[in-house]
């Protein structure tokens, strides 16, 4: 296995590094400043213009659409290194690259799937980073852990899709830049178990379609929101459908694959970014006589720390190497395996910070809190970690029941 940086990636690297220093880290208190403003006039989804400004200073030199191997040339080994470095700022330097979720999904979706005027129509202004867009599976009503469950549905009549149900955590639908959604539901509840759902495009302005309240992630109010969505007699044309009728479930398997590696890179590099702040408030804070890096206790947690964002990084590396040599199917065991590692190791490790941290870190004064909200919803976001290490165990029993 070769986790090397081709010549290509290093460079970009080098410029990611440059761009976060320069630019990514010092608009930190500018995000948080302009949010609060815009919340006080009653505008908390809308974007703080330091985002726009960043993605014009990115889009310059060069680190633009980094996710998508035909755009950016990048292995998914390649990303993953670059996706890291991103997961030091996750609020903001995912955008700024137009390579944040779900935006990331979707245009891999309509890259892979979409009809020549579908790609017109939503990928070419997703790729230009003029609009935003969101993805529609999860429900209230179901389990949708079990994505069998899911009951929306899309039903022909005619020349076109009629939608009706309920949807939510639908991320990005409360942005006012996102202008389209994929939706998932069943278009023939007859066909078998996997067969049953299919992907629409739905534009968000379509009749019908209601956005019922932002969801807030432990009383946090994400700037694009966390969504409950309703759709009543939804009507789209036919040719709306994203590939073929009854494949949402092949469709989901292929978009959610590289997606992995992006969400579990950059949850490493929360991991990093979570230690890099423990090891400075180590040294800068002096208890019982002595800065608390002397402690025994705190230089145990710095190294357990440490060992684990390493095991975590190796296999996320090792599933994006697989997924580049023998495709999604063949790694099908590591991307479970990570989705439930990574976000976990991430828990743990801006769960000492904070401990590290004390009262400030639980406090707006630090970023661990709001990390630690979204590192946590990472163990549920994408299928929770029960699924996950089911799937895993069934693969290793497969080894003994099938001799």
């Not at 700022?89 to 700024?96: D, K, L, M, T, Y």
């Amino acid at each position: 296995m070769d986790f090397a940086l081709s010549a290509a990636a290093e460079d970009y690297a080098k410029r990611l590094n440059d761009f976060m220093d320069a630019h990514v880290y010092p608009a930190e208190r500018s995000y948080d400043e302009q949010r609060r403003e815009l919340a006080a006039q009653g505008r908390v989804h809308e974007v703080p213009p330091v985002v726009e400004e960043l993605k014009i200073e990115a889009r310059s030199r060069g680190l633009w659409n980094l996710f998508l191997p035909d755009e950016s040339g990048l292995s998914n080994v390649d990303y993953a290194h670059l996706a890291e470095i991103t997961g030091h700022s996750p609020r903001i330097a995912p955008e700024a690259l137009n390579c944040a979720a779900p935006d990331t999904g979707n245009m891999e979706v309509l890259h892979l799937f979409g009809t020549t005027e579908q790609k017109e129509r939503w990928l070419r202004p997703l790729l230009d980073g003029e609009i935003r867009s969101a993805f529609a599976m999860t429900e209230p009503a179901v389990a949708s852990s079990d994505a069998r469950n899911i009951s929306t549905e899309i039903r022909r009549d005619g020349d076109d899709y009629v939608i009706n149900g309920r949807k939510w955590w639908i991320s990005g639908a409360a942005d006012p830049r996102c202008a389209v959604m994929i939706v998932m539901g069943k278009t023939n509840p007859d066909a078998h178990a996997y067969q049953q759902q299919s992907m629409v495009l739905v534009p968000m302005d379509t009749p019908g379609v209601t956005v019922v309240r932002p969801l807030p992630v432990f009383g946090y109010q994400d700037q694009h929101g966390h969504c409950e969505i309703t759709f009543e007699d939804v009507r789209v044309p036919v040719s709306n459908l994203v590939g073929d009728e009854g494949g949402g479930f092949a469709i989901a398997q292929a978009r959610l694959g590289p997606g992995r590696i992006h969400h579990c890179m950059r949850a490493v590099g929360m991991a990093e970014r979570a230690l890099e702040l423990m090891c400075r408030r180590a040294i800068a804070r002096v208890a019982f006589g002595k800065p608390l890096a002397e402690q025994g206790v705190v230089q145990a947690q710095i190294a357990e720390s440490r060992m684990a964002i390493d095991q975590a990084r190796l296999m996320t590396l090792k599933t994006a190497w697989l997924i580049d040599t023998v495709g999604v199917r063949g790694a099908r065991t590591e991307v479970a395996a990570i989705k439930v590692i990574a976000p976990r190791v991430a828990c743990q490790v801006i769960d000492t910070a904070i401990q590290v941290h004390g009262g400030g870190g639980v406090s707006d004064d630090f970023p661990l809190a709001e990390m630690y909200a979204g590192a946590r919803t990472l163990r549920i976001a994408d299928g929770p970690d029960e699924v996950h290490i089911r799937s895993v165990a069934r693969e290793e029993l497969g080894r003994y029941l099938n001799r």
